[in-house]
């Protein structure tokens, strides 16, 4: 018998895989990962920015209210929707997923995403944030648009991959500060199509400082949008 008649049955009769770390995933239920991997991922806590998400991890109370950075500096989107904290096996798949080759992680993680959009969210277009084209010929795909099209697919939202453009290719981020990293990204993107009256959800995989998706918003209301939120797997407390 040929082995591509073979492997279907194979695969069928071995016990399912954790997507994240290959364990044992035989009681699936409702967890995109297996329970040793979601043990690590901690959902955002209460007390939370109302408009940026940054966890408020010393506070004592349950307050949404807004960040000193909000305040002062008020981004361009009006909402933040994160799933979870930025570390554990969360990260770890996350990280897989965007540096190591793993597009197949997009349905567990959109999945992770979909869990703190709430009923109410009132969104008509799901936006990924662009790559610069040369790091998607590097990468060969753009991570952001697997888990918008994922979404899209569980919410029937239209996704639109080329409303946002990345016009020029910018360094690794992940050592500058957030002063440094908008010098860096001042002009770098740019609307490529008629956002006009749009409500918006802009989905990227983790949010840092948030000045990529703050950015990313300002030109999507300059070229009409009615209105921006953002929705991300994860949040990453202030470094
Ligand atoms: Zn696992
Ligand atoms: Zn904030």
């Known amino acids: 018998m040929k082995l591509a008649v073979v ?15 290959g364990g044992d995933f035989s009681v ?44 002062q500096d ?19 798949a996350i990280r ?4 190591h080759q793993r597009p197949n992680l997009d349905r567990p993680l959109a999945r992770v995403l979909s ?3 709430p009923a109410s969210l009132d969104v008509d277009l799901l936006v990924p944030v662009p ?12 991570q952001a648009w697997l888990l918008a099209r994922e979404l899209g697919r569980q919410s029937s939202l239209p996704v639109s991959p ?17 002063r ?16 006009k009256g749009r409500k918006i959800l802009l989905v990227d995989d983790v949010m840092t400082t948030g000045v990529t998706l703050d950015l990313c918003s300002q030109v999507l209301l300059a070229g009409g949008a009615r209105r921006v939120e953002i929705g991300v797997v994860a949040r990453a407390p202030l470094p």
């Open 180 to 195: 440094q990293r908008r010098e860096n990204l001042r002009g770098v993107f740019v609307v490529n199509r008629d956002v």
């Open 115 to 117: 869990t703190c959009l």
């Open 28 to 71: 699936p239920a409702a967890d995109p990962f297996c329970f040793r991997c979601m043990a690590t991922v901690v959902p955002l806590p209460a007390a939370q920015c109302s408009c940026c998400a940054l966890p408020f991890l010393a506070s004592s109370t349950q307050d949404t209210h807004l960040c000193g950075r909000c305040i």
């Open 131 to 142: 790559l610069h084209p040369a790091r998607l010929r590097e990468r060969t795909y753009n």
């Open 162 to 178: 080329d409303v946002l453009i990345k016009c020029r290719a910018t360094e690794p981020q992940l050592t500058l500060s957030a």
């Open 96 to 99: 897989h997923f965007k540096f």
């Open 74 to 92: 008020p981004p361009a989107y009006s909402a933040t929707h994160a799933a979870a904290l930025y570390e554990g096996a969360l990260q770890t």
């Open 7 to 21: 492997l279907p049955w194979l695969h069928r009769l071995l016990p399912p895989a954790c997507p994240l770390c």
